[in-house]
């Protein structure tokens, strides 16, 4: 194998020199190949990879562990595949790989987005070699597959490994929630507990990162009791995690506590966290005080931190602040502002009426518009009623993907709100000409440590006699305090029973009647997390629900945070 030459040696801090070892093993008559595949390894570490490469070469007879220590050194680059290809064809190969020289394979592959079927003939190797179900081998193989968005493949894996350890589990968590099955993660995690083989930061992160996405906050407040008794909840990594994840979940005095315990330790991206969180509930007064906190302290404000102001002044609706912290973004601290900063002024400005103005900042800003900022354009068209630029954002929207179909939707949902039925007919003729299906309205209610999901009409639930009783009760009882549905949402120009029914088993009242239904204590806030945008009924309704039930609901939608309470929404009625 020849010698890289263009790969030069960079400086490193190691308190010994691995060439002063070397050195020193030539010297010495009893080197012998352990050593020099130990030194493999520490030149790696030490950032030296031309002299492990140098080494491996002047090796009389290099072993399994020499080449494993060489593929391992380089896997961070497809080179570690050539090193096995070269491997196996050498001419004196009398060994095979092990469950090691095949993790630190699928490592690379699941690097590189060209090398998975490279992945799949190394899988079949392992079948053949029996060692697909080690800890080592498989664990990586769980990670290889999640990474190639493959996570019933990593499962399958998984479940075959024989002695799961806690990388294993660790690497089944991560994916999961990488790859959205959240509730999968949770119950992977679980397990863990229940195996008792331990926990890493690796683990708890992984958790509370799926807990997070779900707004699940008894699951955070078991995964951060979990990470006490580890003696984790002190690390960096997990105590980000657990503000990042109660403030998802709408606790945002959790996520201070956790914040305020560790603020000696915590970098930049726990400050953003922190004030991410308050930013989704558009506090935007706490974003600034911690802006200027987080350059008391001595960090540098980064992009991140800017979309949080920006996020928090976009929820409160202040177009004219965020326009000015764009502008200070770029003069005083010398940060371009990327496309999700744009997204938020224009965002801003449309919830302020702006919206003329916001597509002059679409058209000018140094971006490409993507569809999130024309989606954005949209929604507040519909919002303010206009319909004629709802059409034309719609148009804009479908331009960039023709199967978007919330573009479709809320085109048609503006259209019928202003009565014109004829190009509502023409939008939902279009939807069925491309076969493009509305996204299915999903939402989820987190009740003693279990999530439970609904759909649109759901009546799949083992309470669903009891859900639909009591939603017919609340909505009896908000109709009598003056509730009125809102009917200009509705594709369809068809009788008000029919609308009625329609509007009543959206899915976040199903999630709310079962809140109510499964016995929380009485005054608990209930939280409900939906995969779209709240409807104005549903919006409506909930404010009225609130008096009724004499409680808090807490709704966190595709746009933000809803805090209802005593007929009223945080939100103004603008998102």
Not at 151 to 164: G, T
Not at 343 to 361: F, H, K, V
Not at 411 to 420: D, I, K, M, P, Q
Request: charged share 25%.
């Amino acid at each position: 194998m020849a010698l890289d030459l263009n790969q030069q040696p960079q400086p490193q801090n190691t308190s010994t020199d691995p060439r002063i070892v070397h050195a020193r093993a030539l010297k010495s008559s009893q080197a012998d190949r352990s050593i020099y595949n130990n030194l493999i390894t520490h030149y790696s570490k030490s950032n030296l990879l031309s002299y492990s490469l140098r080494l491996f070469n002047h090796i009389p007879s290099p072993n399994i562990v020499s080449w494993t220590a060489l593929i391992s050194a380089h896997s961070n680059s497809p080179f570690s595949l050539n090193i096995f290809l070269s491997m196996l064809r050498h001419p004196t190969l009398s060994f095979l790989p092990n469950q090691r020289t095949l993790a630190s394979l699928f490592k690379t592959c699941a690097s590189l987005s060209h090398a998975f079927l490279f992945g799949l003939s190394l899988h079949s190797l392992s079948l053949k070699l029996s060692l697909h179900d080690k800890p080592f081998c498989g664990s990586a193989l769980v990670h290889f597959y999640s990474r190639f968005r493959s996570p019933d493949n990593a499962k399958k894996v998984f479940d075959e490994i024989r002695e799961r350890d806690v990388v294993c589990y660790g690497a089944m968590i991560v994916g999961f929630a990488q790859n959205s099955r959240l509730v999968d993660s949770l119950s992977v995690f679980a397990d863990m507990r229940s195996a008792d083989v331990g926990s890493t930061m690796y683990c708890v992160s992984g958790a509370l990162r799926a807990a997070a996405e779900l707004a699940a906050m008894e699951q955070c407040r078991v995964i951060h009791g979990h990470a006490v008794v580890a003696g984790l909840d002190r690390n960096v990594i997990v105590g980000t995690g657990l503000i990042d994840g109660y403030g998802k979940a709408g606790i945002v005095s959790d996520a201070r506590r956790v914040f305020d315990e560790n603020l000696s330790a915590l970098n930049s991206v726990a400050w953003n966290a922190m004030m991410a969180g308050y930013a989704q509930q558009g506090d935007q007064s706490t974003v600034l005080e911690l802006f200027h906190l987080l350059e008391m302290r001595g960090f540098a404000p980064d992009e991140y931190s800017f979309l949080a102001v920006l996020t928090a002044l976009c929820n409160a609706g202040l177009a004219g602040e965020s326009e000015k912290w764009i502008e200070r973004m770029k003069v005083r601290y010398k940060l371009e502002p990327g496309l999700e900063h744009y997204t938020c002024l224009i965002s801003a400005m449309g919830r302020a009426g702006r919206l003329e103005d916001a597509e002059r900042i679409a058209m000018a800003m140094p971006f490409e518009p993507d569809a999130a900022v024309w989606r954005a354009l949209l929604s507040f068209s519909a919002i303010h009623g206009k319909a004629d630029m709802a059409s034309k954002m719609g148009k804009r929207l479908i331009d960039i993907n023709p199967y978007d179909d919330s573009a479709y939707v809320i085109v048609a949902n503006v259209l019928s709100g202003v009565g014109r039925w004829d190009e509502v007919a023409e939008v939902r003729k279009v939807m069925k000409d491309r076969r493009v299906r509305k996204e299915g309205g999903r939402s989820w209610i987190e009740v003693k440590g279990k999530v439970h999901v609904f759909l649109a009409g759901d009546r799949m639930h083992e309470r669903t006699e009891d859900i639909y009783t009591k939603l017919a009760e609340l909505m009896e009882e908000c109709e009598r305090l003056g509730y009125v549905p809102v009917w200009d949402e509705m594709l369809h120009n068809v009788g008000d029973r029919e609308k009625r029914e329609a509007l009543w088993y959206h899915s976040e009242k199903l999630a709310l009647a079962f809140g109510l239904v499964s016995g929380a204590p009485r005054g608990k806030t209930l939280r409900i997390v939906k995969n779209l945008r709240i409807c104005r009924d549903c919006h409506e309704s909930f404010k009225y629900i609130s008096r009724v039930v004499e409680r808090e609901i807490v709704v966190r939608d595709v746009n933000r945070y809803h805090r209802f309470l005593n007929g009223s929404c945080t939100c103004g009625d603008l998102w």
